[in-house]
């Protein structure tokens, strides 16, 4: 009945950390298939290009100091040589691309970079602009934009590492949270790694949904002119937090299955305790020493059938004669 119990008590931590774990699969997944639609749907940020405007005739952009005719030319060229696709989506391991259906505004995915971890999506390189028709664009940016670029990269690195991390300790705890049904002891280790596991998810998911905020904010400040619209991926950010809110779910299961069920079998023992004084047979003194409790017992009857029958009544001796004795335990 223990061991029922104590399955029963850790089975939802149990699917708590395989709902959590199943999330973190999906966001490494995103983007990694251009030919399934469920995992091209999954990506924190996208570039809309589809409605770009040749800027020639546009002003310099303000807060750039970038020279306006690179930018346009590099751009402009980019279109012209169909490296500008019609969309841009940036996922945990690429980036993906394709064509917007005007009408509709379906998205075919028809191109996913290959994999590689600690990845970024740079637009000077995926939109060709360092490259001829663009060539010196990249000397023209100013100092903050380039510093800012590098601080994406390093922080697009640290959230790779946290995914990474989050799938492998919440792997581990549900593989330890399977022998967490034999002891108290079991949970007490898998809690641990929950605690772990939520810490990682918890700061991977701040950590992408503030960066690719930022990011789409600075497109729709720095390239509103062009038509280029940037946006978060909602299916992404909601699979990220699920995780979170799994994980965060599944430790505090973990710690109430720490507190209660043991798994041991209840037996149920009744402890039998003497009294300081019981009682014993003791020989009848009608019968000698021989002490034999048969005979005894007849002697007794007999003798006090004896007494009836010629009295009609016990004697006195005998009802004061108690054939037990008082003994100390």
Not at 16 to 28: E, H, K, M, N, Q
Not at 243 to 249: I, P
Not at 289 to 297: L, P
Request: proline fraction near 2%; charged fraction near 15%; glycine fraction near 10%.
């Amino acid at each position: 009945m223990g061991k029922a119990a104590r399955f029963a008590c850790i089975f939802t931590p149990m699917l708590l950390t395989l709902a959590s774990l199943i999330c973190i699969v999906l966001v490494g997944l995103g983007g990694t298939n251009k030919s399934m639609a469920s995992l091209d749907s999954l990506y924190f940020f996208k570039a809309d290009t589809s409605n770009f405007t040749d800027a020639s005739h546009l002003d310099l952009i303000k807060g750039t100091n970038i020279d306006d005719n690179l930018l346009k030319t590099g751009l402009q060229d980019a279109a012209d040589g169909m490296k500008l696709k019609d969309f841009y989506t940036v996922a945990l391991w690429n980036y993906c691309s394709g064509t917007k259906d005007s009408h509709t505004g379906s998205l075919t995915f028809d191109y996913c970079g290959k994999p590689r971890a600690s990845y970024w999506f740079n637009p000077l390189e995926v939109w060709g602009l360092n490259e001829t028709g663009g060539a010196g664009l990249a000397g023209q940016f100013p100092k903050q934009v380039k510093t800012a670029m590098k601080t994406y990269q390093n922080v697009a690195r640290w959230m790779f590492i946290a995914y990474v991390c989050a799938f492998v300790v919440t792997l581990v705890e549900f593989i330890v949270g399977i022998f967490a049904v034999l002891s108290r002891w079991g949970s007490f280790v898998t809690t641990i790694l929950s605690c772990a596991s939520s810490i990682l998810i918890i700061l991977a998911s701040i950590t992408s949904t503030a960066l690719y905020a930022s990011i789409a904010a600075s497109f729709n400040t720095a390239l509103k002119s062009f038509g280029i619209h940037g946006s978060l991926g909602h299916s992404m950010l909601v699979t990220t937090w699920l995780a979170v809110l799994f994980s965060c779910g599944a430790g505090f299961f973990w710690l109430f299955s720490t507190c209660c069920v043991s798994g041991k079998s209840q037996t149920k023992r009744v402890k039998v305790e003497k009294a300081p004084y019981t009682y014993e047979r003791v020989a009848s003194p009608y019968l000698g020493q021989s002490g034999n409790h048969e005979h005894g017992h007849r002697g007794v009857e007999s003798h006090s059938m004896q007494d009836l029958g010629a009295t009609g009544k016990k004697s006195g001796r005998d009802e004061a004669y108690e054939p037990f004795r008082n003994t100390a335990v």
